[in-house]
Every structure is written in structure tokens, then in C-alpha cells.
Nanobody, 122 residues
Framework: QVQLVESGGGLVQPGGSLRLSCAASGSYFSINAMGWYRQPPGKERELVAGITRGGNANYVDSVKGRFTISRDNAKNMVSLQMNSLKPEDTAVYYC????????????????WGQGTQVTVSS
């Protein structure tokens, strides 16, 4: 099992920056892909950014050039640096991890953090 603890959310003005962090803990063999999702008010949850163990990252078009995802495999931590924030970025942001629980089983399970609120408003 994997527990994900998020931090770094808050209220910022348009054009400001925030850095979200997510630390994974628990009993597992390996955490593979990690990422950040967000759910704006009244909308569906969407993938914001994802990153593999090898460092390959992908982003939703709306955040390309503004957000940067990174991870520390040794610490099982993933971060999302958010710059040039816009009101449209307002959402609950969720950390996600796909983990293999046993060395003899290739099955991956999805785990979610509790969510952290990001509000961009003047």
C-alpha cells in the first residue's frame, strides 16, 4: 500500500508561483509513474503532468511552458513547480502514483493523495 501526502497549495495572485510536493510512503516494491491531476470546480479531473522513473515527462497543453514536474526516486517524491499561474489553474490538485507492490508481481495499482487546494485570484 502507498500513502501520498501533498503539500504546497494555497492562494496566489495571477502571475504568481507555487510549488507542490508529494511524498510517498508505505509498503511497496516500486513506484513507477507519478503525476499530478487537478479538478477545477464543476469540472472533471484531468492529468496535469506525469513523469516516469526515467524522467520522461508529459503535460497537458494548457500548462506547457509554465509548469515543471520533477521527481526524486530515492525519496519517492514528486514535485510540481507552477509558474505564471492563471485563474484557470484554480483547482484541487491530486498527487498520483502507480506502484508495483511485489517484486514477483507486475500488477500496478493507482494511489491518490488527499488533494491540495490551489486558488489563483486577485
Amino acid at each position: 500500500q502507498v500513502q501520498l501526502v501533498e503539500s504546497g497549495g494555497g492562494l496566489v495572485q495571477p502571475g504568481g508561483s507555487l510549488r507542490l510536493s508529494c511524498a510517498a510512503s508505505g509498503s511497496y516494491f516500486s513506484i513507477n509513474a507519478m503525476g499530478w491531476y487537478r479538478q477545477p470546480p464543476g469540472k472533471e479531473r484531468e492529468l496535469v503532468a506525469g513523469i516516469t522513473r526515467g524522467g520522461n515527462a508529459n503535460y497537458v497543453d494548457s500548462v506547457k511552458g509554465r509548469f515543471t514536474i520533477s521527481r526524486d526516486n530515492a525519496k519517492n517524491m514528486v514535485s510540481l513547480q507552477m509558474n505564471s499561474l492563471k485563474p484557470e489553474d484554480t483547482a484541487v490538485y491530486y498527487c498520483n502514483a502507480k506502484a508495483s507492490l511485489r517484486d514477483y508481481s507486475p500488477t500496478e495499482f493507482n494511489y491518490w493523495g488527499q488533494g491540495t487546494q490551489v486558488t489563483v485570484s486577485s
